[in-house]
């Protein structure tokens, strides 16, 4: 079975446009969690989802990101205007249901804003 | 202070070495704890999950301290391939986990 599918992989922009990273979660799979990664503070959570549902978007740094998840096999993470600030690596994960906590990691999108 | 703290390392260790990792967290109420290995570049996965009495897997030992609110793995006879860094992660009795900065560990030959 396929895993959790992330695109691009790789993604350099410049400040100020619109990025757009995409997930397909593992089929089945109910909960969906977008993270992102630092050397500096390592894996934050920036929003998840259940059943298609935004739960907790706390983790989300401004107005600036914003995520959706129109169906259970799509989902997608916006930064609009991107900021240098926000280069990272952005993990999409996804899970049986919301307290299982073996959570299947995607590759991962590396995201550089210059 | 932080949910969950870890040595960032790296440590340094030789093939065949026993090694030992701790973490901690802050919240007394967590429920579940987990180890993940991250690979250089690649995503987390799952490594094992830790219960309360410890439990092993293969050269692999997880402990959990509750009342001091750590956990430990220990590894042992190290193996090159044993190269990645350690996540510590806690579920701390909500829907998510929370993730510590990793600890890095290299075996050398």
């Known amino acids: 079975d396929a895993g959790v599918i992330q695109s691009p992989r790789h993604e350099v922009t410049e400040m100020g446009q619109e990025v757009t990273l995409r997930c397909k979660p593992i089929?089945?799979?109910?909960?969906l969690f977008w993270y992102r990664q630092t050397m500096m503070r390592g894996l934050e959570l920036l929003i998840y989802?259940?059943?298609?549902?935004?739960?907790?978007d706390s983790g989300m740094p401004e107005d600036r990101f914003s995520a959706k998840m129109p169906n259970a096999s799509f989902s997608t993470l916006k930064i609009q205007p991107s900021e240098p600030r926000d280069s990272a690596v952005y993990f999409c994960a996804s899970s049986l249901g919301p307290s299982q906590e073996t959570q299947y990691f995607g590759p991962g999108t590396r995201l550089l804003v210059l | 202070r932080k949910e969950v703290e870890q040595d960032p390392g790296p440590f340094n260790v030789p093939e065949g070495a026993t090694v030992a990792f701790n973490c901690t967290y802050s919240?007394?109420?967590?429920?579940?704890f987990f180890w993940y290995r991250q690979d250089c570049r690649k995503e987390p996965k799952l490594l094992m999950s830790v219960y309360s009495s410890g439990n092993e897997d293969g050269r692999f030992t997880a402990q959990l301290n509750r009342a001091s609110q750590y956990i430990s793995l220990l590894i042992r006879d190290s193996k090159l391939s044993d190269s990645a860094t350690y996540l510590c992660?806690?579920?701390?009795?909500?829907?998510?986990?929370?993730f510590g900065t990793g600890t890095r560990l290299q075996v050398f030959p």
């Open positions: 089929s089945g799979h109910n909960s």
């Open positions: 989802f259940n059943n298609n549902v935004p739960i907790d």
């Open positions: 919240n007394s109420a967590s429920q579940s």
């Open positions: 992660v806690v579920n701390p009795h909500t829907d998510k986990l929370i």
